[in-house]
């Protein structure tokens, strides 16, 4: 699985949106990039996930770079239930893949 | 019911207690996960089963014993645990290992 760096913290105000990155430079080819978020004390939620191309769904969008170095996961219309910690992952590939969280970004949206 | 359940929400036990922990999934998923959550740390993976091979142990202690008898349902026994054992653990599933989990609401373990 590759290794994923993300700010330990952001702050965002209610109703912009909230730009999260990931960097993820030793991804290979085939690893999809997956992206989580847990609200306190929950089981965490997943949001998307993408391998070359963006994405989006009724949640958040998720662009890509084009080199797979880096992605950003963006939540449109911040809301203060958005407040959580995003999980940015690559669990790799092969005959089976293992999930590692990191520590993720903090996001705080702020009325 | 639907999604993934986890049961209790909440156990107590002493070090010297054996008790279970049960996760069922309602999704037709094909892989299921536990992770240990510490306050203020990282999620940790523990047991990975994918058509229920165990196919990860995350260098668990053997206090920790995995059983997945069919795709639906995955257990975590527990025997002579010690109060750093105390954690949030969380059962995920996914259609397969490697796809994207479905969490369960988790079990607040407190050993005394």
């Known amino acids: 699985d590759a290794k994923t760096t993300q700010p330990t913290s952001m702050d965002c105000a209610e109703g912009r949106a909230a730009n999260l990155p990931c960097n993820h430079s030793?991804?290979?080819?085939?690893?999809?990039v997956y992206w989580y978020r847990q609200i306190h004390s929950q089981g965490p939620q997943y949001i998307i996930h993408?391998?070359?191309n963006n994405e989006t769904n009724e949640m958040a969008s998720l662009i890509i770079t084009e080199d797979r170095k880096s992605s950003t996961l963006i939540l449109p219309h911040a809301t203060l239930r958005d407040t959580a910690v995003y999980y940015c992952?690559?669990?790799?590939?092969?005959?089976?893949?293992?999930?590692?969280f990191g520590t993720g970004t903090k996001l705080q949206v702020i009325p | 019911e639907t999604g993934v359940t986890q049961t209790p929400r909440h156990l107590v036990m002493g070090m010297t207690n054996k008790k279970s922990l049960k996760c069922e999934q309602h999704?037709?998923?094909?892989?299921m996960y536990w992770y240990k959550q510490s306050a203020k740390k990282p999620l940790e993976l523990m047991f990975v089963?994918?058509?229920?091979?165990?196919?990860e142990n995350n260098s668990v202690p053997s206090r920790f014993s995995p059983e997945c008898p069919n795709s639906s349902h995955l257990f975590l026994h527990l025997h002579t645990l010690q109060p750093e054992d105390s954690a949030l653990y969380l059962c995920?599933?996914?259609?397969?290992?490697?796809?994207?989990?479905?969490f369960g609401p988790g079990t607040r373990l407190t050993v005394l």
């Open positions: 995920a599933s996914s259609p397969r290992a490697g796809d994207e989990q479905f």
């Open positions: 030793t991804i290979s080819g085939n690893e999809y």
């Open positions: 993408g391998l070359k």
């Open positions: 992952i690559a669990p790799g590939s092969g005959g089976y893949q293992k999930v590692t």
């Open positions: 999704l037709g998923h094909n892989a």
């Open positions: 089963y994918n058509f229920k091979e165990q196919t």
